[in-house]
């Protein structure tokens, strides 16, 4: 029900923007985000902006991430700055209604 592109390989130091909508109007939306999975290790939140505006960002891409969209319109996007290689990872975007609803994942590669 979420399509998420923008993934890609990028140098350190590079920028990329994912982007994720929904195939179909979700209704009501808590929240959109981004979560990621690197291999072997547990999927975390990277950032995520409340129907109100509100944002929340993980400490390790603060600063250097920023999400966007429209709620209403279930659309969210994810600016990434001065990648690392530790960025690298699957990145999932979310959806929170009465539930999670979650889109297929792009691969996100940061090379050093």
């Known amino acids: 029900q979420l399509q998420a592109c923008g993934g890609g390989l990028a140098q350190a130091g590079g920028s990329l923007r994912l982007s994720c909508a929904a195939s179909?109007?979700?209704?009501?939306?808590?929240?959109m985000g981004w979560y990621r999975q690197a291999p072997g290790k547990q999927r975390e939140l990277v950032a995520r902006?409340?129907?109100?505006?509100?944002?929340e960002y993980a400490e390790s891409v603060k600063g250097r991430f920023t999400i966007s969209g429209d709620n209403t319109i279930n659309t969210v996007y994810l600016q990434m700055n001065s990648l690392k290689p530790d960025d690298t990872a699957v990145y999932y975007c979310?959806?929170?209604?009465?539930?999670?609803?979650w889109g297929q994942g792009t691969l996100v590669t940061v090379s050093s």
């Open positions: 179909r109007r979700i209704f009501p939306v808590n929240y």
């Open positions: 902006i409340t129907s109100g505006g509100t944002t």
């Open positions: 979310n959806l929170r209604t009465w539930g999670d609803v």
